[in-house]
């Protein structure tokens, strides 16, 4: 796959953070066109403090100012992707400390993820939870293997799911199957996950990492710019920009580039474009 199987690989940033709880890392690494940031604590599932996010939040500044066409979000271990907020942490929080601080943060690095200019896929390999779940929400598509459980379990700990969930998961599969999700605490499986479109798509087994990368080809195979500004269309279509004015903006501004050039060339002769992000 030429996306995803670079000459070389650049380590372009990597934090490390130490809690009570063991150390933890975030690395960002540069393939190609292709950035993936990797959390990296699967002693713990992948549980996510207040340290991890910020750890996160610098990789995703970094991934930002990159030139970086895609990014994959990927977690180390088998067992799970994420198993959301680390409970530990945030148990010993203050009412004021919770609303302060724990949803504030989980609010403001998701809501950075989501807002990157490149797509964004989340490999979900394993639980995706609470959290975990809302990280992955975060994302523009999700690719699971074929043990992705994914849920929202906060009911059963008194509390809701705070971190983008409930916007998130209902703008993906609709509000009576958010409300299911919430309310019964359901972890659904990956084929049921898939039909509900929560995934885009379900590997084989062992075969997570051929599955994202056809879909990373696919998408790199398509002008950059083009990719990208469409992303910031759907998701102001999301929250009620008129489409009349944005796209025709849009379609302005990559009617000028270098690279809708190529397109239309490559139409009228029959050929694969070979785009330029220029």
């Known amino acids: 796959m030429t996306a995803t199987t670079p000459t070389e690989e650049h380590r372009m940033n990597s934090t490390d953070v130490h809690t009570d709880t063991g150390r933890i890392a975030v690395s960002y690494t540069h393939e190609g066109r292709v950035a993936t940031v990797l959390i990296d604590r699967p002693r713990k599932l992948n549980a996510l403090t207040l340290e991890l996010l910020d750890a996160l939040y610098t990789e995703l500044r ?36 919770m609303w302060k601080r724990w949803i504030a943060e989980g609010h403001r690095v998701f809501n950075f993820l989501a807002q ?42 008194g509390t809701i799911p705070g971190w983008g969930g409930t916007e998130r998961l209902t703008n993906v599969i609709g509000a009576a199957r958010a409300k299911e999700l919430i309310f019964t605490r359901r972890q ?10 929560l995934l885009t798509a379900v590997a084989e087994r062992d075969g997570i990492d051929a599955a994202t990368d ?9 002008s950059p710019a083009a990719v990208q500004v469409s992303k910031q269309l759907v998701d102001a279509a999301a929250v009620g920009a008129p489409s009349a004015i944005l796209e025709a903006l849009a379609s302005g501004f990559t009617a000028s580039t270098h690279d809708f050039a190529i397109g239309v060339t490559a139409f009228r002769n029959k050929t694969a474009p070979i785009f330029t992000n220029s």
Request: aromatic share 4%; glycine share 12%; charged share 20%.
């Open 214 to 222: 056809e879909l990373v080809d696919r998408i790199l195979e398509g």
């Open 62 to 97: 970094a991934v930002e100012h990159s030139d970086a066409q895609l990014v994959l979000l990927k977690t180390a271990g088998e067992k799970a992707f994420c198993v959301g907020a680390d409970i530990t942490q945030f148990a010993d929080f203050t009412p004021v400390q």
């Open 116 to 157: 990157l200019r490149q797509p964004t896929i989340a490999v979900v390999d394993g639980i995706a939870v609470g959290g975990g779940l809302e990280l992955a929400l975060a994302c523009d598509l999700r690719v699971g293997g074929p043990g992705a459980r994914l849920g929202l379990p906060e009911t059963s700990l």
């Open 188 to 197: 659904l499986d990956a084929e049921t996950a898939l039909a509900w479109g």
